[in-house]
């Protein structure tokens, strides 16, 4: 197969390129510092926003959950897999989010791409912002619904095409909530207003404002301000600034009960392991409790903010953790991350096709396990590298 499908050229093709991929072995936990390939590097690419990923209480509630439940669950939710662990999980989701549900899925790829193939089919529409997670792409192309994008955080064009699509059965508005490799936020009040005046409901994937927005860090979609009848369906992970692994769909009684028959990806895959599920409820409970991390995290941004300032660097409009630096060419990007690496600092370069072509960036991201020197330490390398490539 290798031969006759040219896949060797195929690979040459893309190292020509500056895209070819490579894994980088981790042999650490995640931390500020992380062991990479042999060396102890700062971390910038992490999405341990809150650096709970390594912090010894979820750990042992891991290591307790893995005694009382054992490793695998065994079976699908549906079959004999769902345990009173996922249970309460789920009632704290909802309670988190403030919705009446929560349905725990595997990973956010499989929620998104449950969430939206199990909600629309053909003859309805779908409506995407320009820079959605490519779970939210599959799962609209999955779907068979009509395919329509938006331009980012643009609802003048959202609103010209739900005018176009009105004949449309259901129509659904897609977006992020924190946008995963720009790191600026969707326009929340706007986009549910035009979403409502064309009878469409909006999805609002927050897997990087789970933990880190609003109080206790309930995310983008406060529940005071936005109820399940402004966001109707709800997404977050618990992989990222959880410091775990899975996601949920929140929404409505009746939302969550038509997932557990029609997602396909919740229907047709082995429920997560009970221990990850007892780790997140005590994540969640420090997420809430722990303000602390959030306040140091605005901190430490507003400090790379303005030191990557001093230095003339181009960043986006962003007040996440999320904080990339444009620099275009797919290979120029390497070569930056591999001399911030020579000066001790692990950033990932971000290429085509995850980023439109020449918008090829270090995508740095922050979390409150760095203190101050850390950012520092950053910002000196930024300098000194750049001069480099
Ligand atoms: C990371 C991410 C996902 C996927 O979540 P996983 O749990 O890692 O599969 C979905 N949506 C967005 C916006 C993300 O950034």
Not at 122 to 140: I, M
Not at 228 to 244: C, F, N, R, S
Not at 322 to 333: E, F, N, S, T, W
Not at 367 to 374: I, K, L, P, S
Request: proline share 3%.
């Amino acid at each position: 197969m290798t031969e006759s499908w040219g896949i060797r050229a195929w690979l040459a093709d893309l190292e020509e390129q500056g895209m070819y991929r490579r894994r980088r072995v981790v042999e650490s936990p995640q931390s500020r510092e992380i062991v990479v390939d042999g060396r102890r590097l700062l971390n910038f690419c992490s999405n341990d926003y809150l650096g709970l990923a390594g912090d010894p209480r979820v750990a042992e509630a891991f290591a307790a959950g893995a005694r009382r439940w054992g490793t695998g669950s065994g079976a699908s939710h549906l079959i004999c897999g769902h345990t009173a662990a996922h249970h309460e999980l789920e009632d704290a989701l909802a309670d988190f989010t403030g919705r009446p549900r929560a349905l725990l899925f595997s990973t956010g790829y499989s929620a998104n791409m449950g969430a939206i193939n199990g909600l629309l089919t053909e003859g309805d529409a779908v409506f995407e912002d320009r820079l959605n997670h490519a779970s939210l792409l599959d799962g609209g192309w999955i779907s068979r619904a009509n395919f329509h994008w938006f331009e980012h955080r643009d609802l003048e064009d959202l609103d010209r095409q739900l005018g176009e699509n009105a004949d449309a059965r259901r129509k659904l508005v897609v977006s992020d909530g924190i946008f995963s490799m720009d790191g600026d936020a969707c326009r929340l009040p706007e986009t549910v207003a035009v979403a409502r005046r064309h009878g469409a409901a909006l999805m609002i994937d927050d897997a990087h404002g789970i933990g880190v927005q609003g109080r206790e860090g309930r995310g983008l979609v406060d529940p005071d301000r936005f109820d399940v009848e402004a966001v109707p369906v709800l997404i977050g992970t618990l992989g990222k600034a959880i410091g775990t692994f899975g996601a949920f769909v929140a929404g409505s009684e009746d939302l969550v009960e038509l997932l557990i028959q029609k997602a396909r990806s919740y229907v047709f895959t082995t429920a997560l392991p009970s221990a990850v599920a007892v780790a997140s409820l005590a994540s969640l409970e420090i997420v809430r409790r722990e303000e602390w991390r959030r306040e140091k995290l605005a901190d430490l941004v507003a400090r790379f903010r303005a030191g990557a300032d001093s230095l003339g660097l181009e960043l986006l409009p962003s007040s996440s953790p999320i904080q990339p630096v444009i620099v275009g060419d797919p290979g120029r990007a390497v070569a930056f991350s591999q001399a911030l690496e020579d000066r001790g600092c692990l950033i990932s370069a971000i290429r085509p096709p995850t980023v439109a072509e020449g918008t090829s960036r270090l995508r740095i991201t922050l979390t409150a396990g760095h203190d101050e020197a850390d950012i520092d330490r950053l910002i000196e390398a930024l300098g000194s590298a750049r001069g480099t490539v």
